[in-house]
């Protein structure tokens, strides 16, 4: 049972380090104002929408 505790951790251990080396953590400025824009986007995309459902082209 250690065995395997060991190899989750590090298993988490080198998933985090990916993460780091790929640049997920660079940027920490968008995620906290893209809620300001997210309903923007929604009625843009509805606006999009014709009687029927359908998106214009």
Known sequence: MLVVSL???LFFLGSFL?????GQYEDDYTPSVRILFEDDLISNNNQNKNQHGSTKI
């Open 7 to 9: 190899l989750v951790a």
């Open 18 to 22: 990916w993460a780091i080396k790929t």
